[in-house]
C-alpha cells in the first residue's frame, strides 16, 4: 500500500514511519522538517521525502496514494495560541487542501490526527466521556481539530478516520519535551525539581507514542467496515497529574537522579478530563504502554543526555516557534547571523 503520511518527520511521525516501512508499505513524508528531519534521513528503497507545507502541497502529492495518515500542523496549545491566525491557516485550511487533493487522486482511506483536547470543557465533570460527548472546544488547537473532522467527515473520501488522542508521551527520534510526562522527566534532570500546579489534582488520558503509532497503523490495515467514518478514542489509562509525578520521582531516584515534587495551589482552571478508549477496544486495538513503562524509557535515554542538549529549544515546539519568529523579523530587517 501507498501511504503518505504528512509530519511523517515529527514527534509520532518518526516512530510511526518506520514501522509502516517495516510492515512493508511504500512510504511517501510530506514535512516541512520545522524540528528536524527524524529518522527522514535513513532512507529505504520504499520511502520518499517530498519536503513542503501544508499552505501549498505539490498537486501530484497524493497521486498513486491508497491512503493518507495526517499528523502534520500546529500540535498543541501554547504553539496554536502564539499564533491563532496561522493555526487555522495550516491546520484547517492545509486539510482542506489535503482532503481536495485526495479527492481528485481517488485516495481510499484518510486518517486524521485529531485530539482529546476536544473534550475538555468550562464546566466541571466526574464524568469519563465517550465519543457520543458534546464537544464544545475551548482552544484554537482544539477548535482547529473540531473543524478538521468536520471537513473530513463531510467530504467525498471513501474511508474516513479520526483518531483523538490523549496526550501523547515516550521517547521518540524526533523527541519533543513539552507534552506532561515528558516535561517532567526534563525538569527532573535538569533541576532535581518537579513542579505541579493545582495540586495535581487533574485528569488526563495519556497515550505513548508507540501505542499511537500502532493506532495509526491499526486504523490503515483494518477492513474498512470496522473503521469508515469512525472517531475513536485512543487512550491508555486516565491519571491524576500527582500521580505521574510520583511515577517520574520513583523512576529517577532508581537512576540517581533525586528529584523533589513540589505540588502548588492554582487559581486558574486547569485541563481536566477523562475519556474511555472502549470503542477502539471493541473493534480490535487497545493500547498497552503505561506511563511507568513509557517513562522508564525517556528516564533511561534521556539520563545519557546533556543538560545543554535536553535545553535544545528543538525539543519544545513554542521555543523552537519563538526563535524561528525572532530569527526571521530580524532577516526582515536586514540583520544577518
Known amino acids: 500500500m501507498r501511504v503518505v503520511v504528512t509530519g511523517g518527520a515529527g514527534y509520532i511521525g518518526s516512530v510511526l514511519v518506520p514501522m509502516l516501512i517495516h510492515r512493508g508499505h511504500e512510504v511517501v513524508v510530506f514535512d516541512a522538517y520545522l524540528y528536524g528531519a527524524g529518522q527522514c534521513d535513513e532512507r529505504p528503497a520504499n520511502l520518499r521525502i517530498v519536503r513542503g507545507t501544508l499552505e501549498a502541497p505539490p498537486a501530484t502529492l497524493l497521486d498513486g496514494a491508497d491512503a493518507v495518515i495526517h499528523l502534520a500542523g500546529y500540535s498543541n496549545d501554547p504553539t496554536a495560541e502564539f499564533a491563532p491566525q496561522r493555526t487555522m491557516v495550516v491546520n484547517v485550511t492545509g486539510t482542506h487542501k489535503l482532503i481536495e487533493l485526495a479527492q481528485a487522486a481517488r485516495v481510499e482511506r484518510f486518517i486524521l490526527a485529531s485530539s482529546a483536547s476536544l473534550y475538555d470543557r468550562e464546566t466541571e465533570s466526574a464524568a469519563v466521556l465517550d465519543e457520543t460527548a458534546e464537544i464544545v472546544p475551548q482552544s484554537t488547537y482544539s477548535k482547529s481539530k473540531q473543524l478538521c473532522e468536520d471537513l473530513l467527515f463531510d467530504s467525498a473520501i471513501p474511508c474516513p478516520v479520526a483518531l483523538r488522542k490523549g496526550t501523547i508521551f515516550g521517547w521518540s527520534p524526533r523527541m519533543r519535551w513539552d507534552l506532561v510526562v515528558n516535561t ?16 495535581g ?12 503509532a500502532r493506532a495509526y497503523v491499526f486504523a490503515l490495515e483494518s477492513h474498512e467496515t470496522l473503521v469508515k467514518g469512525q472517531v475513536f478514542n485512543v487512550v491508555q489509562d486516565n491519571y491524576q497529574i500527582k500521580t505521574v509525578a510520583a511515577i517520574v520521582r520513583e523512576l529517577c531516584d532508581a537512576f540517581e537522579h533525586p528529584v523533589n515534587v513540589q505540588l502548588q495551589p492554582g487559581a486558574s482552571k486547569p485541563r ?13 486495538f487497545t493500547p498497552t504502554v503505561t506511563v511507568s513503562r513509557g517513562a522508564f524509557e525517556v528516564v533511561e535515554k534521556a539520563s545519557l543526555w546533556s543538560k545543554k542538549a535536553l535545553a535544545d529549544p528543538h525539543g519544545e515546539n513554542i521555543a523552537w516557534l519563538k526563535v524561528m519568529t525572532e530569527v526571521a523579523g530580524l532577516l526582515e530587517t536586514g540583520v544577518r547571523p
Not at 517532567?184 to 495540586?199: E, F, Q, W, Y
Not at 489534582?201 to 499511537?212: I, K
Not at 481536566?272 to 480490535?284: H, S
Request: charged fraction near 20%; glycine fraction near 8%.
Open 272 to 284: 481536566d478530563y477523562r475519556i474511555t478508549g472502549a470503542k477502539l477496544t471493541k473493534v480490535g
Open 184 to 199: 517532567m522527566v526534563r525538569d527532573a534532570l535538569l533541576s532535581g525539581v518537579i513542579t505541579v500546579s493545582n495540586a
Open 201 to 212: 489534582l487533574m485528569w488526563r488520558p495519556l497515550v505513548s507514542v508507540a501505542d499511537a
